[in-house]
């Protein structure tokens, strides 16, 4: 592609403040740019069930730009700008955690974690050669199914990660990813933390059936997280069938900070099946984190504190953080895709604890509750890369403490993604 010079400075804001930097003796700083942006306007309904808030309705808009060019004229060194900017047109009928705590009537209202806020999102150097990749700065790292690591890509404020790592593909069907992780930022207005934490994770496909990924996770001062998992795409008859098989370990941290240790003696596991027959999607799935078991602090229940957790458990967010007794996941999922159609897709899940908790009337119990999710998907007639959501979730609380009030959260938004050179 033809380098681009300070003439392209009214293609946009950000493209004119990157295009064609040079220096004095003609070598290019950046070149051969790409504006990657997308526009997500949304609404988002919240009843918490708590009599004490008010419900929330909350009107924001993500804009995310990332300017990428090569970089000194070398061959596979190329940098990355970027941001993230949340608005909310001046509407204060929700609180975001953000520091403030606006009210509706004389309650404050119910949270929806989207404040108004501006990040750099990317600020990175990227060197591929070989198939390998070496990364420095700021940037989105989610690995796997994101259940333990991710950007929580569905909030406005996308986390990003300050990190170092290489990634090499040099020996065929297997990824192999180190990672040092020095800071992260997003989804709330406090989430900005140092930290030290190492990533590791293989990845080896034996066949399109089976693909085997190994990890483990050092995140400093929490604990460090070993497993397996197991998975693939079989091809049945008219069915095409995908599977996850999945355990993890958690045990004290190996890395230290601010003279913290982190103490864990917990597991997990992770069972799914899901069946596509000629877009009629149909699935089961289990999941098992383990809880306190004696309650003295001996044991820890099993967290995943760096994850995309929007994604499991339910979308009422209910168990972004694992009860103290931990969380036993039974859900099915019903569904229906197909081109010009879109995706509805339909969950239902029921929650248990693994050890018994405290519940409301002094006694104990395993009740955490149950949740209806419904999703659709599709893209907008007319408009290329303009896809259209609306979402809802229904949680009905159980009896154990802290989780006795019904839920219900609605969204509707549009996505426009765009990418420019």
């Known amino acids: 592609m033809k380098k681009i010079t300070m003439s392209a400075v009214a293609l946009t804001a950000i493209m004119g403040s990157f ?34 808030h008010s419900n929330a ?23 990355s700008v970027g941001i993230i900017s ?48 070496l990364h420095a700065g700021r ?15 569905w909030r406005q404020l996308e986390r990003s990660y300050d990190s170092i790592f290489v990634a ?35 990845a080896y496909t034996v066949m399109p059936e089976l693909k085997v990924t190994a ?16 998975t693939g795409k079989v091809k049945v008859d008219i069915a095409k069938l995908n599977y996850r098989a999945e355990y993890a370990l958690q045990k004290d941290s190996t890395m230290e900070i601010h003279d913290s240790d982190g103490k864990a003696d917990a597991s997990y596991y992770n069972l799914d099946l899901g069946a596509n027959v000629n877009g009629i999607l149909a699935g089961v799935n289990y999941e098992f984190l383990s809880g306190d078991g004696d309650g003295a602090g001996n044991d820890t229940a099993f967290t995943t504190p760096l994850a995309t957790g929007h994604k499991f458990n339910g979308w009422a967010d209910k168990f972004l953080t694992t009860p103290t007794g931990g969380l036993k996941d039974f859900n099915v999922r019903l569904g229906y895709k197909a081109k010009g159609f879109g995706k509805l897709l339909a969950i239902y899940h029921d929650f248990t604890a693994d050890e018994d908790m405290a519940d409301a009337k ?8 149950s949740e209806i999710d419904i999703v659709y998907v599709n893209k907008i007639p007319g408009v290329n890369n303009l896809t259209g959501i609306v979402k809802y979730a229904n949680y009905s609380g159980g009896d154990a403490k802290g989780y006795t009030d019904d839920v219900k959260k609605v969204w509707a938004g549009l996505d426009y993604k765009f990418a420019m050179k």
């Open 19 to 52: 295009s064609s930097v040079s220096a004095a003796d003609g070598v290019n700083i950046l070149s051969d740019l790409k504006l990657d942006g997308q526009i997500r306007p949304r609404y988002e309904f919240v009843d918490d069930g708590n009599k004490d």
């Open 57 to 79: 309705n909350a009107y924001t808009a993500r804009t995310k730009l990332k300017v990428t060019g090569k970089l000194l004229d070398i061959d596979g060194l190329t940098a």
């Open 86 to 133: 949340v608005n909310n047109f001046g509407s204060h009928t929700y609180n975001a955690k953000d520091g403030h705590n606006y009210r509706g009537g004389d309650k404050p209202y119910a949270v929806v974690l989207d404040p108004q806020k501006a990040i750099m999102s990317n600020a990175e150097i990227n060197y591929t050669f070989d198939k390998t990749t």
């Open 139 to 153: 940037g989105q790292v989610n690995l796997d199914n994101q259940r333990f690591i991710g950007t929580v890509g």
């Open 168 to 202: 090499n593909n040099s020996i065929k069907n297997l990824s192999v990813l180190a990672a040092w992780v020095y800071g992260f930022q997003g989804v709330n207005d406090s989430e900005t933390v140092d930290t030290n934490t190492v990533l590791l994770n293989a």
């Open 215 to 230: 990890y483990d996770y050092m995140i400093a001062g929490t604990h460090d997280t070993y497993g397996l998992a197991l």
């Open 362 to 369: 002094s006694g104990t119990t395993d009740d955490l509750g």
